[in-house]
Nanobody, 122 residues
Framework: QVQLVESGGGLVQAGGSLRLSCAAS????????MGWFRQAPGKERDFVSA???????FYADSAKGRFTISRDNDKNTVYLQMNTLNSEDTAVYYC????????????????WGPGTQVTVSS
């Protein structure tokens, strides 16, 4: 069982940056693949980025070159550094965890945090 809690969301102007954090409970964090997803009002929850237990990373096209995912296994935390934000990045951002082959779809993930709101003003 893994419990996840996101933080770091907020209101930022277009072109600005935010760093999201996701703190995980338990002693097996290092064995989980971690992902970030986002959901805008009226839309489906979309993949943003993921990092495997071994450190391999993967990004959605919308995140490439702007977002960076990382993890600190000593702190049981995964991060999402978001730069050059625009209004299309406005959404609730969710952290998720699973084991196995690194996933990019919601159905592959077993554990989810409650989400953190990111709002980008133009």
């Amino acid at each position: 069982q893994v419990q996840l809690v996101e933080s770091g969301g907020g209101l930022v102007q277009a072109g600005g940056s935010l760093r999201l954090s996701c703190a995980a409970s338990g002693r097996t964090f290092s064995t989980y693949n971690m992902g970030w997803f986002r959901q805008a009002p009226g839309k489906e929850r979309d993949f943003v980025s993921a990092i495997s237990w071994s450190g391999s990373t993967f990004y959605a096209d919308s995140a490439k070159g702007r977002f960076t995912i990382s993890r600190d296994n000593d702190k049981n935390t995964v991060y999402l550094q978001m730069n050059t934000l625009n209004s299309e990045d406005t959404a609730v951002y969710y952290c998720a965890a699973h084991r196995g082959v690194l996933g990019v779809t919601t159905r592959e993930y077993d554990y989810w945090g409650p989400g953190t709101q990111v709002t980008v003003s133009s």
